[in-house]
């Protein structure tokens, strides 16, 4: 059973940074695609890719986070993180890490266990 723990949301004001971060435990994970996924209140309960990280530390961003948005992984530690800077209200979300993420055509698609996620609120 995978649990995943998101953490460091909070309220920020537009041009500022946070940093997520994300603990992962119980099944050995270190060789999936871990990655950030967010939720609005527009998108459903559909979640948008946001950035992903390979096992050897390769990344892809969503066109929204490129330049912007750094994504990292400790295998060692279970943790991966998402440094955001230069924030506009568009960010605001609530944010969700995942540590099964499957690519299908260039796509990246969640998988397995969702934590519950931290609220990111930019204001303008």
């Known amino acids: 059973q995978v649990r995943l723990v998101e953490s460091g949301g909070g309220l920020v004001q537009a041009g500022g940074s946070l940093r997520l971060s994300c603990t992962i435990s119980?099944?050995?994970?270190?060789?999936?695609?871990w990655g950030w996924f967010r939720q609005t209140p527009d998108l459903g309960n559909n979640r948008e890719f946001v950035?992903?990280?390979?096992?050897?530390?390769?990344?892809n961003y969503a066109d929204s986070a490129k330049g912007r948005f750094t994504i990292a992984r400790d295998n060692a530690e279970n943790a991966l993180y998402l440094q955001m800077s230069s924030l506009n209200p568009e960010d605001t979300a609530v944010y969700y890490c995942n540590a099964e993420v499957q690519v299908y055509k260039g796509a990246y698609y969640p998988a397995g266990t969702w934590g519950r996620g931290t609220q990111v609120t930019v204001s303008s």
């Open positions: 119980g099944k050995l994970l270190s060789h999936t695609i």
């Open positions: 950035a992903a990280v390979t096992p050897t530390g390769s990344t």
